[in-house]
């Protein structure tokens, strides 16, 4: 294990297939509709009634037409068709999205085309359905393995149908992942072990595990519920990390589980700075050209963003990782050098303090520093 400064290497290396390269494009559909609205859930979204699909699917294409005028020399990396519920979309208009990119665009090898389904919209071959359409990652919305849970979050399918679309997605795809949520309000560290022992036993690729918060202007937030206590979650948060090693799932990103290879591209783009577009309501991108910065937000607003706004976007989102910040990378993407942009005092304390590590190439969160990841941000940024 390689020694660094006085404290111990926890960095798992993501593999050359995933890391960062700037000719790369990522690109998110987002399908804002849902069957019914979960009460903890505070992602734009609308309720799935008197839409016209084929009249979306139509504006989507046209956007992307734009987006291809625009970066017509990108490489396209990932798809991510993310919601909502985009297990909504019929089988025959992902087909027609991907065809349209593949179309147009130049695609790297090793495409991901990723989509993620509520298992509230399950139907007998809805996962051959989008396998035949080109999806090659399958993300389930599983949430909890057991109906209390799944009740108190205001989910519209049971524990048998999740299962049943868990032993579906391991038959039909190669790659494949799972959301649940833990930390629920009085969740005991034994509720949450089961459903974790449950889930690997499916042996998907990759895990997001998320501890429930609570968002303003949610159902749970107007009816005053409570996260469960801070010394609670660390306790399932710390079993959660050492159990899922000893599963051989790397600790890759602050929510993020995947075996060896097979962490989410999609979502890489977005932690090492890639870029990425965004189609549909409420989805957002950053994009580069001629050095110049952009976010950009459906259908076609660009802002400039300056340096130091995405120099900071780069910290915030690299820090998440296991991995952390390729300070290389950083300067590439930005133009600042690292060491000129953080506060260095800040880093020399918070490596003395054991809560950062330095490699010759990387700054990364130690493993005690993952808990109080924001206040590190925000010193470093300071
Ligand atoms: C935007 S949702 C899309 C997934 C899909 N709509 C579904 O619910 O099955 C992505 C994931 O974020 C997580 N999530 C959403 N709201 C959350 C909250 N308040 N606390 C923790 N996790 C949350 C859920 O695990 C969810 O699967
Ligand atoms: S959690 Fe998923 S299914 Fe539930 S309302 Fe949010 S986006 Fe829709």
């Avoid at 992307?64 to 005028?69: A, G, N, V």
């Avoid at 993310?82 to 179309?103: M, Q, R, Y």
């Avoid at 409420?282 to 001629?290: L, T, V």
Wanted: hydrophobic share 35%; proline share 3%.
């Amino acid at each position: 294990m390689p020694y660094y400064g006085g404290a111990v290497f926890y960095s798992p290396i993501i593999c050359s297939d995933k890391m960062y390269k700037p000719e790369e494009l990522a690109i998110y559909i987002h399908w804002p509709f849902c069957k019914s609205k979960c009460p903890y859930c505070d992602f734009y979204k609308e309720v799935n009634r008197n839409i016209n699909q084929n009249d979306i699917i139509e504006e989507y294409l046209s956007a992307l037409h734009r987006y291809y005028d625009l970066l017509p020399n990108r490489h396209v990396k990932s798809i991510f068709f993310g919601g909502g519920t985009p297990s909504l979309i019929e089988a025959k208009n992902i087909e027609k999205i991907i065809d349209f990119i593949t179309k147009y665009w130049k695609i790297s090898q090793n495409i991901e085309i990723s989509l993620e389904a509520n298992p509230n919209t399950r139907y007998d071959t809805m996962f051959k359905d989008f396998k035949n359409a080109g999806i090659n990652r399958l993300s389930l919305g599983v949430q909890a393995l057991n109906d209390d849970d799944l009740h108190f979050l205001g989910r519209s399918h049971n524990v048998k149908t999740a299962r049943l679309c868990l032993q579906e997605i391991v038959q039909v795809f190669n790659n494949h992942s799972a959301d649940l949520i833990y930390a629920l309000p009085q969740q005991s560290l034994k509720s949450w072990s089961q459903q974790l022992e449950e889930i690997c036993s499916f042996s998907l690729k990759h895990l997001s595990l998320y501890q429930l918060t609570i968002e303003e202007n949610t159902v749970f937030a107007r009816r005053g519920i409570k996260p469960l206590d801070e010394e609670k979650s660390v306790e399932i948060y710390n079993y959660t990390r050492n159990y899922l090693s000893k599963k051989n799932y790397k600790h890759y990103e602050v929510s993020n589980f995947a075996v060896s290879g097979y962490e989410s591209k999609h979502n890489l783009t977005y932690w090492q700075g890639g870029e990425y577009i965004g189609i549909g309501k409420s989805a957002h991108g950053r994009i580069c050209i001629n050095n110049q910065h952009f976010a950009v937000t459906y259908p076609f607003n660009n802002e400039k963003l300056t340096s130091q706004q995405r120099a900071e976007e780069l910290i915030i989102m690299g820090l998440r990782l296991t991995e952390g910040i390729n300070k290389a990378d950083f300067q590439n993407i930005c133009g600042i050098n690292f060491y000129n942009f953080i506060n260095l005092e800040k880093l020399n304390q918070l490596k003395e303090l054991g809560m950062l590590i330095e490699s010759p190439t990387h700054v990364f969160v130690s493993y005690k520093g993952f808990l109080l990841i924001d206040a590190i941000i925000a010193e470093l940024c300071s």
